[in-house]
């Protein structure tokens, strides 16, 4: 009989680690630390039902669940900054900005900021040639800033298929069949 693990799903293995929400706060406390800046941001607009049922306030934490986040934003004297970070898939970095700055003016939270010019930003570790002429043709600014813990998990993904990091993630996975993770 295997043993019950309460508060673990089966199938996972191992605590996830949130790298992009670091990189992209030490990226906005470099860059923009003289700013107004808000991270995990909701976008778009709360339908009325769930106001009329909660009143305002309350209806935007009840919807927050189903809204969009930008992974940040700043206020800068100038433009709103819509900034997502994307280490390794960065196309959804570039698809998601134009959305994100379609839904700022529906944004109840971002009513005083309606009007204000938009500038959406890209961080990425290294940016392909079509990664630039995707994001230069849909208007969003790439960002290439990788502190050495960055590079350091982007060589990672280099080493995943070689025949040592094969072997470690089988004898890993030996471990945990062993204590009962299917």
Known sequence: MKPQHRGLCPGFSRVRREIEPRWVSEYVSNTYAQYKHAYRVPLGSIPEEITKIYGATKG????RPSRPEVDAMIWTNKFLVLLEGKIFKIM?????????????PVTPELEEWRGTPIRMELLCVQPLPWVQEAADRAGVNVIKWAPRWIQEIWQERDKYWTPEAVEKREERKKVLRSLGFD
Do not use: E, Q
């Open 60 to 63: 935007r934490r009840v919807y």
């Open 92 to 104: 959804d970095g570039i698809a998601k900005l134009p959305v994100y700055k379609s839904l700022v």
